[in-house]
């Protein structure tokens, strides 16, 4: 599973199709991890499942400073996993409740609903 550091936090992603395919973000719930995602869709030929452990959710270590286990933070670390892998833009999972907080905190600037 690949690593994306940020803020002395090392998170696991997951990038499951080919980097030229539409990137499509989708986020697990509360206590869970990338499996999530990708254990209830599968995505097809053209998009990009991506998915970020969030702090205190799986493989994330350390847990880092109490106060960023937030919504808020949750979202910067997406946009930040989007600035690592070099994307402008993706679409987002309605299914999230950090999908709300993405689209209130960037929409206009990198995200997009579906």
Known sequence: MPTFERNGLASNYLDQGDPS?????????????????????????????LSLDCRGHGGTLPLGPADK???????DDVRALMDHLALQRA???????LTSELLTRYVGNRSTAL
């Open 69 to 75: 286990l937030s919504f808020s933070s949750f979202a």
């Open 21 to 49: 395919w539409r990137p499509f973000a989708s986020q697990h719930g509360l206590g869970g991890d990338v499996s999530q995602p990708a254990g209830v869709f599968s995505p097809p030929l053209g998009v990009r499942l």
């Open 91 to 97: 679409a987002c999972s309605r299914r999230s409740l």
